[in-house]
């Protein structure tokens, strides 16, 4: 995993929700967010959402205006994180959204999600176990694909196998 990264808001306020915020805070690197994805927080925010604005995350304006294209086919955040990773020279973004994630992948960026991050801070020694982390994000609503949980779990020599104590939702 990389020692800078681009975050996009779906992950933000997925780890905010489930109190995780704090793990993702140390580990090594740098997190960059474009100022659209902190609008967005905010916009969440007086909605009643978490507030994912965060000391460790450096909220970075982009020098050019979002293309049109990009808008009409992303999300505002998602086109944003990716054209804040290409002007920064960030080969990494963490985003969720299937759409966003293809669209960076075509531009050449690599891609981690919430869940990535979360294998990373077991990989480091921030947390001990990653399944108990995956649970609790299920139980807030995030949607995780059996296949993906089992094969992150492998990544970090954790067994795909146990209770889980949450369902998902989408």
């Not at 020694?125 to 982390?133: D, F, M, N, T, W």
Request: aromatic letters at 4%.
């Amino acid at each position: 995993m990389p020692d800078r990264i681009v975050i996009d808001t779906g992950p933000l306020i997925t780890l905010a929700r489930a109190n995780l915020l704090k793990v993702v805070s140390v580990l090594p690197g740098e997190f960059f967010c474009p100022e659209e994805v902190m609008e967005e927080i905010a916009k969440g925010v007086a909605l009643g959402y978490p507030d994912a604005r965060a000391a460790w995350l450096q909220a970075v304006a982009l020098s050019k205006p979002l293309s049109a294209l990009a808008v009409a086919t992303l999300d505002v955040g998602e086109a944003a994180v990716i054209q804040l990773a290409m002007e920064l020279g960030i080969k990494w973004v963490c985003m969720d959204e299937r759409k966003g994630r293809l669209a960076a992948e075509a531009v050449g960026l690599s891609v981690t999600g919430t869940l990535g991050l979360l294998a990373r801070a077991k990989k480091t020694g921030v947390i001990s176990v990653l399944r108990p982390h995956i649970d609790k994000l299920m139980e807030i609503g995030a949607f995780y694909d059996e296949k993906l949980i089992r094969l992150v779990l492998e990544s970090v020599g954790e067994k795909s196998t146990g209770s889980r104590t949450g369902a998902g939702k989408s």
